[in-house]
């Protein structure tokens, strides 16, 4: 099993980035799928989730109207698309996968970070003029 988080780098305040995290080893169609960065010296932290079905997607509060959360089941790989970009996005960049149980349990799951069944290495993404 492995998540593979790609797409970060350097990037101007008000850029744009994609992270994608393509997954192997299981088919993310019965997942909740979420994620998650830590900035230096701070913890980890909920970014956002999508549901199973898709039709569900929560953010921070931090990253609302700037972020979008999307997945391709075709393609085993999920993305975040990261607009109007800020100093404090600086961070490493997490993805994780949760198997699917309701709606409500799964996103409550990813805003916890509790009990979530896969992780991937993280991506930097850095925020800079």
């Known amino acids: 099993v492995q998540l593979q988080a790609s797409g970060g780098g350097l990037v101007q305040p008000g850029g744009s980035l994609r992270l994608s995290c393509a997954v192997s080893?299981?088919?993310?169609?019965?997942?909740?799928l979420g994620w998650f960065r830590q900035a230096p010296g701070k913890e980890r932290e909920f970014v956002a989730a999508?549901?199973?079905?898709?039709?569900?997607?929560n953010y921070a509060d931090s990253v609302k109207g700037r972020f979008t959360i999307v997945r391709d089941d075709d393609k085993n790989t999920f993305y975040l698309e990261m607009n109007s970009l800020k100093p404090e996005d600086t961070a490493v960049y997490y993805c994780?996968?949760?198997?699917?149980?309701?709606?409500?349990?799964?996103?409550?799951?990813?805003?916890?970070?509790?009990?979530?069944?896969?992780w991937g290495k993280g991506t930097l993404v850095t925020v800079s003029s």
């Open positions: 080893g299981f088919y993310i169609n019965n997942y909740s």
């Open positions: 999508i549901s199973k079905s898709g039709n569900t997607r």
């Open positions: 994780a996968a949760v198997l699917a149980r309701t709606t409500a349990q799964a996103m409550s799951l990813m805003q916890k970070q509790a009990d979530l069944d896969y």
